[in-house]
């Protein structure tokens, strides 16, 4: 794995496409190390549709959304994850399945990364955050 350490200083402040892109690198890297394999960056459909990162771990799709910040000052990143981005990466989810057919088992994760300046990032996986039903979510996490 990396020795990955944020591009930037403490005292810069990146703009939040450099943050994004740079925290969907990092967390590709650790579920990549983890044993996933990572099938496609950026996933796009419609106008602004957009799947971070389709990987899978073992015989299961995983639709992954990556949630960076530069600080935890605002709640954890995945606060950010709200009703309207779940609906959005469902319909991205059932894009990418038609393309496949639908007999394929699936589930949402998510992957919080936190980039501070100068420092290590700290990642936190969240499997199973969601599913495809509106009103399951699911609050476990496992901080790595």
């Known amino acids: ?12 402040t990146p703009d939040r496409r450099r943050l994004g892109r740079y925290g969907e690198l990092v967390a590709a890297s650790w579920l990549r190390a983890r044993g996933m394999k990572v099938l496609r960056r950026n996933f796009r459909w419609g106008r602004s549709g957009e799947l971070d990162l389709v990987c899978r771990d073992g015989d299961t799709l995983v639709f992954v959304e990556v949630k960076s910040l530069s600080t935890e000052r605002f709640g954890a990143p995945s606060q950010h994850v709200d009703v309207r981005k779940r609906r959005m990466l469902r319909c991205g989810a059932v894009k990418w399945m038609s393309l496949l057919g639908w007999r394929v088992s699936f589930r949402f994760d998510v992957v ?20 495809l039903r509106e ?10």
């Open 1 to 12: 794995m990396h020795r990955w350490r944020c591009p930037w200083s403490s005292e810069e």
């Open 135 to 144: 009103g399951d979510v699911s609050r476990s996490s496992e901080p790595r």
């Open 112 to 131: 919080e990364v936190t980039l501070a300046g100068g420092k290590r990032p700290q990642v936190t996986y969240c499997p199973h955050a969601f599913s």
